[in-house]
Nanobody
Framework: HVQLVESGGGLVQPGGSLRLSCAASGTRRPSCMGWWRQAPGQEREVVATVVAGSLSYSDSVKGRFFIAQDNANNMLYLQMNLLKPEDAAMYYC??????????????WGQGTQVTVS
């Protein structure tokens, strides 16, 4: 089992930055981790993942968001720059199984809210 706890969300003006953190603990070491987000009335979507050391991003955040993993401290980060109103959502940290270069989540954090206004 894996426990995930996110932090770092909040209110930021358009063009601003936030850094989300995810602390992982548990008895399993997942083969991949990443960040997903869900805005009201929309489906949850992948934002960025780390799979076997390879980083990938959705087209909507590429060049603005950066994912980083600290394996020594079981931490996952998401640096979000040049935030736009459409980035506002609940952001979830997830861990799961590698499917090729994609990540299929098995475990989810409780989420951290990002508001851009």
């Amino acid at each position: 089992h894996v426990q995930l706890v996110e932090s770092g969300g909040g209110l930021v003006q358009p063009g601003g930055s936030l850094r989300l953190s995810c602390a992982a603990s548990g008895t399993r070491r997942p083969s991949c981790m990443g960040w997903w987000r869900q805005a009201p009335g929309q489906e949850r979507e992948v934002v960025a993942t780390v799979v076997a050391g390879s980083l990938s991003y959705s087209d909507s955040v590429k060049g603005r968001f950066f994912i980083a993993q600290d394996n020594a401290n079981n931490m996952l980060y998401l640096q979000m720059n040049l935030l736009k109103p459409e980035d506002a959502a609940m952001y979830y940290c997830a861990a799961g199984r590698r499917l090729g270069w994609a990540c299929d989540p098995d475990y989810w954090g409780q989420g951290t809210q990002v508001t851009v206004s």
